[in-house]
């Protein structure tokens, strides 16, 4: 398949989904999420506990420990406790578990040093966690030469090829994907593979399949969220509103269906319901991007205090993931851009495309060249955001923004109403800055 185009690989993978739909019936789905940025999965065979993608892992964890009390040279039991750390790490947003699950993993190859597929895997998908792509690839190819029938491993290698921007191979790893077991995991990539490439029909035909193979109230939240999150990028506040509350009735502690409803609320203005929605988000998953949207809201209501004491912890967040070994210097740099702090944006955005060329990474780079005054260079990476198609507000309000500063008033009005035509509420501070520089541009035409 390597040498067919975008287009092709789209239509078989299309082709592939059809006839998946009479393969799956039988499936058990154990599988890990599928859209970016931190693939995970529980890792071993049948006689070690497993976690589906949305559950609580602490009854996992607690299992392995008690089995490896007893059998402490079980490699498999190791490395699935490995990644029921990650897992767990995943779900509480606390970073301290990714120490944890590298000494589980280590401790398996110690155990298992020739042939131990799934350490290997679970250490992609540690690496993968701590957005260190490249280690998350090489470990991934390693695995796969030991075991090239692992659709787990190839979830994590897919997800590691698209973060690098290596898009034509992560489509031919997605495809052997869902080749080797067409379940949740793998029909959530295809989704995200048809998002990027700017076809939301097929990724919401995708996730649709998901949600049909579905078979714990993890899985059918988890593939909920993310029809949600689907129709909220395309600014269909009341169809994400829908899919957020019934993942929510399946499974109502799921973090990122309560930030879905928080983001519904501040779009509809029932602003002290997303706040509160907000502050129960950060209270029990503390990640970065959930701090920063809140923040973000509380900022564009003039509520500046309470907006800078969550900025607070935004550093504080930043600091304690970077001290275990999390990267997250993409959505770093463009935070640092989105509040004027140009030096700190452009160092951490390059630093960033040296190590990845995905779209997001062009986007993150565009706009901190921009803040940072070097419009002609943000403009040839907001162009090269928008190779794959994308339909996203964000990249079009970036480059609009920075079509702008260029004179480009015809090219900066058409950036700016696409933003706003996708999702016209994609950022509480963003989204009103596009309005306001649409109608200067459409005044003075």
Do not use: C
């Not at 110690?110 to 998350?136: K, V």
């Not at 929510?248 to 509160?276: F, T």
Request: aromatic share 8%; proline share 4%.
């Amino acid at each position: 398949m390597t040498s067919l185009s975008h287009r092709a690989r789209a239509a078989a993978l299309v082709f592939v989904l059809a006839a998946a739909m009479f393969l799956a019936a039988g499936l058990t789905v154990t599988g890990a999420p599928a859209q970016q940025p931190s693939p995970v999965a529980l890792l071993g065979g049948a006689s070690v506990t497993q976690v589906a993608s949305g559950s609580d892992p602490t009854a996992a964890i607690e299992a392995l420990q008690g089995r490896l009390r007893r059998l402490p040279a079980d490699d498999t039991a190791w490395s699935s406790l490995g990644a029921a750390y990650v897992q767990h790490a995943r779900l509480t947003g606390d970073p301290t578990f990714y120490g944890k699950a590298d000494g589980a993993f280590e401790r398996s190859l110690d155990e298992r040093p020739a042939g131990n597929d799934t350490a290997l895997t679970g250490l992609a998908s540690l690496a993968s966690a701590r957005h260190d792509f490249t280690g998350a690839l090489r470990y991934a190819r390693q695995a796969q030469e030991l075991n090239p029938y692992s659709a787990t491993n190839q979830g994590v290698l897919t997800d590691a090829l698209v973060e690098l921007g290596r898009y034509d191979e992560a489509w031919d790893e997605l495809q052997r994907m869902v080749d080797l077991k067409p379940s949740v995991p793998s029909f959530t990539r295809v989704s995200y593979s048809f998002e990027l490439r700017g076809d939301p029909k097929q990724a919401r035909k995708a996730l649709e399949r998901a949600l049909e193979v579905a078979s714990t109230p993890s899985d059918i939240s988890y593939a909920l969220h993310y029809l949600g999150e689907l129709a909220w990028n395309s600014g269909d506040v009341d169809a994400a509103a829908e899919r957020y509350v019934e993942g929510l009735r399946h499974d109502p502690s799921y973090v990122p269906l309560i930030a879905g409803m928080a983001k519904v609320a501040a779009a509809r203005g029932e602003i002290e319901a997303a706040l509160a929605r907000y502050a129960e988000v950060v209270s029990r998953r503390p990640e970065p991007s959930y701090v920063i949207a809140y923040a973000d809201l509380l900022d564009s209501l003039g509520r500046e205090e309470e907006a800078e004491q969550q900025y607070a912890v935004v550093a504080a967040t930043q600091r304690l993931f970077e001290s275990q070994g999390v990267n997250v210097d993409l959505e770093l740099a463009v935070y640092e851009a989105d509040h004027g702090r140009s030096e700190s944006a452009l160092a951490i955005a390059e630093a960033e495309w040296e190590r990845r060329r995905s779209v997001h990474t062009e986007d993150a780079y565009a706009w901190a060249l921009h803040v940072g005054g070097r419009h002609r260079e943000a403009l040839d990476h907001a162009k090269a955001a928008a190779a794959l198609g994308t339909h996203s507000a964000l990249f079009a309000y970036h480059r609009g923004m920075i079509e702008q500063s260029l004179g480009m008033d015809g090219a900066a009005e058409a950036s700016l109403r696409r933003a706003l035509e996708t999702n016209p509420h994609f950022s509480p501070l963003q989204a009103p800055r596009a309005e306001a520089a649409l109608r200067q541009l459409e005044q003075s035409s």
